[in-house]
């Protein structure tokens, strides 16, 4: 079954303790994304990348790091969480090629929780 | 730079009901438009998409939307409100040979019995 994979669903941490919520595609899509979700804001790009090895920044990107090391993974990295990254996230995938009509393959989310 | 506009936070329809909801876009370029469903503890499904192809776009589940340029608009229909639609709405723009998504603040539909 094609689909993105998010791990964990749900995660609780305290500030300043690093974490990586992993994500994973098995549709050998070239586009991976990183969005967080919060009321009233809607859906905000943190991170993209565009094949192995190239990524680059969204809306907002600070306090996230990104890596893209093998086609199907896409780990998203805070090092020193802070409560306002306290948001649902999304990762998304999705095939290049054509002008950007291309459909978006979304994970389950992840719901983290900063204290 | 492209957005989009959802009017509408909140819209509560009866069952069988009309839904309407509503997305203005801002794009310098012919865009490619879309509209995603998020039902309760899932991720975004897509619903329908505007390519410049026709203007009226048919999705799943009974929904569909009309791309008016002169508006700036692309409106969400259904002509009959069902329990299952239930879930938040979000419109979403991409420039044509970007990869960048933008997607609008979301409108949660509810259905009243």
């Known amino acids: 079954e094609a689909q993105v994979t998010q791990n964990p669903r749900y995660l609780i941490t305290v500030t300043g303790k690093k974490l990586t919520v992993t994500c994973s595609q098995n549709?050998?899509?070239?586009?991976m994304s990183w969005y967080r979700q919060d009321p009233g804001l809607g859906l905000r790009q943190i991170y993209y990348s565009m094949n192995v090895e190239v990524t680059d920044k969204g809306d907002v990107p600070e306090g996230y790091k990104v890596s893209r090391k093998e086609k199907r993974n896409f780990p998203l990295i805070l090092e020193s969480p802070s409560p306002n990254q306290t948001s649902l996230y999304f990762c998304?995938?999705?095939?290049?090629?054509?002008?950007?009509?291309?459909?978006?393959?979304f994970g389950s989310g992840t719901q983290l929780s900063v204290l | 730079a492209q957005s989009v506009t959802q009017l509408g936070s909140h819209v509560s329809v009866s069952e069988g009901a009309l839904v309407l909801l509503r997305c203005n876009y801002s794009s310098s370029v012919p865009p490619y438009l879309f509209w995603y469903v998020q039902y309760p503890n899932q991720g975004l499904q897509l619903l329908l998409k505007?390519?410049?192809?026709?203007?009226l776009v048919k999705g799943i589940n009974g929904f569909e939307a009309e791309f008016k340029k002169s508006e700036t608009s692309f409106h969400l229909t259904k002509p009959s409100a069902h329990m299952s639609d239930a879930a938040e709405y979000f419109c979403a723009v991409r420039v044509q040979g970007a990869q960048k998504l933008v997607f609008g603040q979301g409108t949660r539909l509810t259905i009243n019995p």
């Open positions: 549709m050998n899509h070239e586009y």
């Open positions: 998304a995938s999705s095939f290049l090629g054509g002008q950007g009509g291309e459909k978006l393959f």
């Open positions: 505007y390519t410049s192809a026709a203007t």
